[in-house]
């Protein structure tokens, strides 16, 4: 089946840390692959995606590259700031012509302190 | 370009009380998903709409939820009757159609927070 699995919270932080989130995969065929963010108060915005092996999302500073030898797709960012304190979501959505379908990890909390 | 509109953004209910939610997607976004987020978890799909079509409602539990996406724009989600397990965050999300083989971006809206007491 389709899953994904998440680093499990709270991550706390200092200010100009480097993060890194781990997000693994079990997928049937391809799929494509997003980060989530969710500001508190908020619905979900899109980060970053990749569709393909190998390819490598970024925004904002935060990158994640897509390995498919280890089902990953971690997400990373060089230095944090406190604007950064909000919830991430590692999804896929799988190739399998079946519809838009996304699964999602279960949210990793990030607070970033002065 | 307006985002996903949903309202309203708070609902405090009692339990066994009717309650809905409405959603506006992206303009142009045929595609739409209510989305169940519990506490400390991530999104979970009751209903996917492909225009005025409902293509995915396996998880939508159908003896008290039901939605309705009449003229294939607006949609709205309803619950009768609330139980108190119902409290959590419905999020409405819409994308474009998928091609074959090719996995649209979902826009979110910002959520109801419901509160069954």
């Known amino acids: 089946g389709n899953s994904v699995t998440q680093m499990e919270g709270p991550v706390t932080l200092s200010e100009e840390a480097f993060l890194t989130i781990n997000c693994t995969y079990t997928?049937?065929?391809?799929?494509?692959l997003f980060w989530y963010v969710q500001y508190p108060g908020e619905g979900l915005q899109l980060l970053l995606k990749?569709?393909?092996?190998?390819d490598k999302g970024s925004n904002k500073g935060f990158e994640a590259t897509y390995r498919k030898e280890t089902t990953s797709f971690h997400l990373e960012k060089g230095s944090v700031q406190v604007s950064d304190s909000a919830v991430y979501f590692c999804?896929?959505?799988?190739?399998?012509?079946?519809?838009?379908?996304?699964?999602f990890g279960t949210g990793t909390s990030l607070t970033v302190i002065p | 370009e307006a985002g996903v509109v949903q309202s309203p953004r708070y609902k405090i209910i009692e339990k066994k009380q009717p309650v809905a939610f409405w959603c506006n997607p992206i303009?142009?976004?045929?595609?739409l998903y209510w989305y169940r987020q519990n506490l400390g978890q991530g999104p979970e799909l009751l209903i996917r709409?492909?225009?005025?079509?409902?293509?995915?409602d396996s998880q939508l539990p159908k003896d008290r939820f039901s939605a309705e996406r009449l003229k294939g724009v607006d949609s709205t989600l309803k619950i009768q009757p609330a139980e108190l397990g119902d409290s959590a965050v419905y999020l409405c999300?819409?994308?474009?159609?998928?091609?074959?083989?090719?996995?649209?971006?979902?826009?979110f809206g910002p959520g109801t927070r419901l509160l069954v007491l």
């Open positions: 999300a819409s994308s474009l159609a998928p091609g074959t083989g090719i996995q649209e971006t979902q826009y």
């Open positions: 997928a049937t065929g391809y799929p494509s």
């Open positions: 990749a569709t393909k092996a190998d």
């Open positions: 999804a896929l959505s799988p190739s399998t012509n079946t519809g838009n379908q996304f699964y």
């Open positions: 303009s142009g976004h045929n595609t």
């Open positions: 709409y492909e225009n005025e079509e409902a293509v995915d």
